[in-house]
Nanobody
Framework: QVQLVESGGGLVQAGGSLRLSCTASGRTLSTYATGWFRQAPGKERDIVAAISGSGESTSTYYADSVKGRFIISRDNAKNTMYLQMNSLKPEDTAVYYC????????????????????WGQGTQVTVSS
């Protein structure tokens, strides 16, 4: 079993930056594929970015809407995943969730919510115009 806790959300003006953190307990995060999803009111939960679970070597995936602005990373020593969000836009406003598991692999970066087994509680990101 893996417990995930997100932090770092908040209110920011358009063009600003935030860094989200997802700290895991119970299992080593680097053995799982992990990802960030977001869900705006009335919309589906969509992939933002994913990083493979393969120890030190990783592959990444980004949704087209965040490519060049967001960076997903993981600190294995801290068992924590991050999402650095730059050049934020009002349309980035959503609840952001981290997800992990149930398996890993160097090139495995799942981008559907049903492919993940463990979820955090979510953190609100609001971008004002």
């Amino acid at each position: 079993q893996v417990q995930l806790v997100e932090s770092g959300g908040g209110l920011v003006q358009a063009g600003g930056s935030l860094r989200l953190s997802c700290t895991a307990s119970g299992r080593t995060l680097s053995t799982y594929a992990t990802g960030w999803f977001r869900q705006a009111p009335g919309k589906e939960r969509d992939i933002v970015a994913a990083i493979s679970g393969s120890g030190e070597s990783t592959s990444t995936y980004y949704a087209d809407s965040v490519k060049g602005r967001f960076i997903i990373s993981r600190d294995n020593a801290k068992n924590t995943m991050y999402l650095q969000m730059n050049s934020l836009k009002p349309e980035d406003t959503a609840v952001y969730y981290c997800a992990a598991g149930p398996r890993g692999g160097l090139h495995y970066t799942p981008n559907h919510s049903w492919e993940y087994a463990y979820w955090g509680q979510g953190t609100q990101v609001t971008v004002s115009s």
